[in-house]
């Protein structure tokens, strides 16, 4: 029977799985790495875009606060939702003309 080697601190313990060669290896990203590529994504995204949203800035905080369209070219294949100024049928006044004809 072949002999089992035990690591007391259990560091070589999945070793194998993290080690392999030609793997990628994680980077470390700089802030200035992260929010260029952050505003390269956005950007890319907007361009993308048949209508652009308004953006403004909120000086106090800083924060981006988009303006999106009304409805995105995607959700426009959708069906639309149900009109809020046609009142609902009230209980017992269904068309009943099918289960008359049938």
Same mark, same amino acid.
């Given at each position: 029977?072949?002999?089992? +080697?035990?690591s007391e601190s259990g560091d070589?313990?999945?070793?194998?799985?993290?080690?392999?060669?030609?793997?990628? +290896? #994680?980077?470390?990203?700089?802030?200035? +790495?992260?929010?260029?590529?952050?505003?390269?994504?956005?950007?890319?995204?907007?361009?993308?875009?048949?209508?652009?949203?308004?953006?403004?800035?909120? #000086?106090? $905080?800083?924060?981006?606060?988009?303006?999106?369209?009304?409805?995105?070219?995607?959700?426009?294949?959708?069906? #639309?939702?149900?009109? +809020?100024? $046609? #009142?609902?049928?009230?209980?017992? $006044?269904?068309?009943?003309?099918?289960?008359?004809?049938?």
């Amino acid at each position: 029977m072949p002999q089992v +080697q035990h690591s007391e601190s259990g560091d070589g313990m999945f070793r194998f799985l993290f080690n392999r060669r030609g793997g990628n +290896q #994680p980077v470390a990203e700089s802030q200035r +790495q992260s929010f260029d590529r952050l505003v390269s994504e956005l950007n890319s995204l907007i361009d993308d875009l048949p209508d652009k949203p308004r953006v403004t800035v909120d #000086p106090a $905080t800083g924060h981006i606060l988009p303006e999106p369209p009304e409805q995105f070219p995607d959700e426009a294949l959708a069906l #639309p939702a149900p009109s +809020q100024d $046609t #009142p609902a049928p009230k209980p017992g $006044t269904e068309d009943r003309s099918e289960a008359v004809a049938a």
